[in-house]
């Protein structure tokens, strides 16, 4: 959006403004498939995406950076959160196999 401000009156304005639409409308997208390995590339795609847009403006290192950390700590809290979960569940599928089904 930045890029087409700037550059309004240039040729490359409507590809700019089209290609980080696309962009958006991709990320949004990848949120149905975060949960799967192919979302996760998505979405690391389209954090190196952003910071390569900084060749063209270089104020978007600063958002591609700002955006590629954020991605980064999702994704790992994400898989600790996944491996805790599934820790705490097979830990209680053992206690309720050694205890029975808990009494009210």
Partial sequence: MAVYGVNRGEPMAPWALGLSLGLAVV????CALVRKPLGIWIGW???ILLVASAFIEYTMA??????????????????QIDRENTSR???EARWREEHGPASQ
């Fill in 27 to 30: 990320a949004i997208l990848t």
């Fill in 45 to 47: 795609t389209i954090q």
């Fill in 62 to 79: 600063i958002v591609g950076v700002g955006f590629g950390l954020a991605w980064w700590y999702a994704v790992v809290k994400g898989a």
């Fill in 89 to 91: 569940a097979e830990a």
